[in-house]
């Protein structure tokens, strides 16, 4: 945009013609174009658009919510709140242009950006630049190749925000080194309540980390790992964790290699944890030893109203089981 609107940033235009030229990046559902304008114009027919605003006064980018009609050349302005702007490949570029606009957003609360290869270079500037920002409550960033570097300035953003309460770090590059420093703000933040990583490379002591962090934090209530290499110790640090903890409802432990030991530690917590509502452990290679484990807890439990245990190698038997449990437990929540 500043390529094309900077030969306008002249005293002949500015001074002597007094004429301030706008250029827009529109986003439709249907197509992109660059609009080079002095007055309100019409684009299509129909749209809500998404214009990202340089002005030839400054350098500042600025966002702005548009219906266009036919009809109706005066175009109505409306208050931007969610902004998904997924799969474009943005980049480094791209997410300097964003977070220029996003600095002077004072209504923005959903931003989706997954999937557009921002890297860490790119997650420090747009952290760097957000640390003001008041209104933000919902960050998708999955599938960017974040690693360790990225999710540290992750950290430093959530130490001091009070207003993000979801954040989505799937399909990156986070291994244990980054989830030590997530978990470092954790135990502090009590605004952020769902915490998705699944698709990373977190083993057993990323969920140690995570256990000890959560054990002091009483905001999450979400957190999805799956799927990790967490295995039975992690597990177990979890269940160490769940055995304090009052505040987590659903975890999402799909696919972590966690077998029957990680099945019985679950379980011993199971037997008194009051507030866990939703529990996955599919395709974690849990048999009918495992399965006997949790059949045992649901007898004295009274709150888990959701246990997933697709794809492991437990018999008809103990699934039939496990579900009258389950059912006991909504009958009782009806």
Request: hydrophobic share 35%; proline share 1%.
């Amino acid at each position: 945009l500043h390529s094309i609107i900077n030969s306008y940033r002249t005293p002949f235009w500015l001074e002597r013609k007094h004429w301030y030229v706008t250029c827009d990046y529109t986003i439709s559902a249907s197509s992109s174009q660059v609009l080079l304008y002095t007055k309100p114009v019409n684009i299509d027919n129909c749209q809500i658009l998404i214009r990202c605003q340089a002005l030839s006064t400054d350098g500042i980018c600025y966002f702005t919510k548009y219906q266009s009609n036919e009809k109706d050349q005066n175009n109505e302005k409306e208050t931007l709140t969610k902004l998904h702007i997924g799969g474009n490949h943005i980049e480094l570029q791209g997410i300097q242009r964003l977070t220029n606009a996003s600095e002077k957003n004072t209504t923005l609360t959903i931003l989706d950006l997954h999937d557009n290869q921002i890297g860490d270079e790119g997650i420090e500037y747009f952290c760097n630049s957000l640390k003001n920002t008041l209104t933000l409550t919902s960050l998708d960033l999955s599938s960017n190749q974040i690693g360790v570097p990225g999710v540290r300035y992750m950290a430093d953003l959530l130490e001091n925000n009070s207003t993000l309460t979801t954040l989505n770090l799937r399909f990156n590059y986070i291994d244990d080194d980054g989830i030590e420093s997530l978990a470092d703000t954790l135990r502090a933040n009590k605004t952020l309540t769902t915490l998705n990583l699944s698709n990373n490379q977190i083993t057993c002591i990323g969920a140690r980390y995570l256990a000890d962090a959560l054990q002091k934090n009483i905001a999450v209530t979400i957190l999805d790992l799956a799927p990790n290499q967490i295995g039975m110790m992690g597990a177990k640090h979890l269940t160490n964790m769940l055995q304090t903890n009052s505040t987590l409802m659903m975890l999402n432990l799909w696919s972590n290699r966690i077998k029957d030991k990680g099945a019985e530690y679950l379980a011993s917590v199971l037997e008194t944890n009051k507030t866990l509502t939703a529990l996955d452990i599919g395709s974690n290679h849990i048999g009918d030893d495992g399965a006997e484990y949790l059949a045992h807890a649901l007898q004295t439990n009274r709150t888990l109203s959701t246990l997933n245990l697709q794809h492991n190698s437990v018999t008809n038997s103990f699934i039939q089981r496990i579900n009258e449990l389950i059912k006991k437990n909504l009958s009782n929540d009806s």
